[in-house]
């Protein structure tokens, strides 16, 4: 592996800013809630099971004596949940830097669906993300320079696409096409949103990341062989979550970036500029998905 590689030692003080990490009870999104409390940014950690979140609370405090963290609840499943964090949010601060949409759903046994009776899958990591995003977004207006940042996969090169006519998987179930097809619409997502910022002159930018092949309790319902592969193949977390916190650090971006590993198929190594799938760049792709998006959650995006 390459040794020269960026790492979190190159992120700046971020002593002052105010970060939402979804998903940030364990994995990728308690490693960057560590980093970046560490880095002096008071961290938001929106997790939908408060026990758990109250336990990588005390992990974070063991190491970092003066992390200021602060622990929301969030169900990215539930809309409902959706507004309570956000009106709850609202009511504390006035200002958001930096919001990083991490937490995600990954091959459940079965075919499930969220509260409001959406595809797990896309529910949850499209969805979920999309509102959330979107009720922070005059948050994020009014904090300059402020950044959303996505968690993508790999694996939305490998079967995704967006089936407008079949957005749940009612016709036809496939946990692997209904997770690729999440993961794409997080990138479509990412560029349409950025774009729009440009569009609107807000000072924002939309930037996107992946963990490459990175051992997390993701894969925990995927039997023996995944679990051996977890343990004797994949990257660690403190590695696997390197792209995601330079997306959303790195300074002198413009927008719409994406980084990931590159070596092995981009399932291992040190953070880098990536591509995505030429389908994720389809801009009248990402017009249409982000208006079926806005109906689905029913609320309007408002940049003016």
């Known amino acids: 592996m390459d040794h020269g590689g960026w790492k979190s030692e190159r992120i700046t003080d971020q002593g002052g800013k105010i970060i939402i990490v979804t998903g940030a009870n364990s994995g990728l999104g308690l490693e960057a809630s560590t980093v970046l409390s560490a880095k002096g940014a008071k961290i938001i950690m929106a ?19 003066k992390a200021n963290v602060e622990l929301m609840q969030l169900d990215l499943s539930d809309f409902n949940s959706i ?19 991490n937490a995600g759903i990954m091959y459940p046994k079965y ?37 959303v940042v996505t ?5 939305h090169k490998y079967g995704g696409d967006i089936h407008f006519d079949d957005l749940n998987g009612e016709k036809t179930y496939d946990k692997s096409k209904a997770y690729a097809q999440s993961k794409l619409a997080n990138l479509l997502f990412t560029y349409e949103l950025d774009r729009r910022f440009k569009i609107h002159r807000q000072d924002s930018m939309a930037t ?18 995944v679990a051996l592969a977890n343990k004797f193949i994949a990257q660690n977390i403190e590695i696997g979550a390197l792209p995601v916190l330079r997306a959303a650090t790195e300074g002198d971006l413009v927008g719409s970036e994406y980084f990931g590993p590159t070596k092995w198929l981009e399932t291992r190594g ?26 689905l959650v ?3 995006y408002k940049f003016n």
């Open 83 to 101: 507004h309570k964090f956000s009106e709850e949010f609202h009511a504390k601060y006035s200002n958001l830097h930096i919001l990083i949409n």
């Open 111 to 147: 075919r499930e669906i969220t509260k409001q009776g959406f595809e797990t899958h896309f529910g949850t990591n499209h969805l979920g993300h999309f509102l959330l995003t979107g009720l922070m977004l005059d948050l994020l207006k009014n904090t300059p320079q402020s950044r």
């Open 298 to 300: 029913g609320f309007t």
């Open 270 to 295: 040190y953070p880098e500029k990536v591509t995505s799938s030429d389908k994720s760049y389809d801009a009248q792709l990402a017009k249409k998905l982000w208006e079926v998006s806005e109906k």
């Open 151 to 155: 968690q993508s996969s790999a694996l």
């Open 208 to 225: 996107a990341a992946h963990p490459g092949y990175t051992a997390t309790g993701l894969q925990r319902s995927q039997g023996l062989l």
């Open 47 to 65: 997790v939908r099971d408060l026990e758990k979140g109250k336990a990588a609370v005390s992990e974070i405090i063991h190491k970092h004596k």
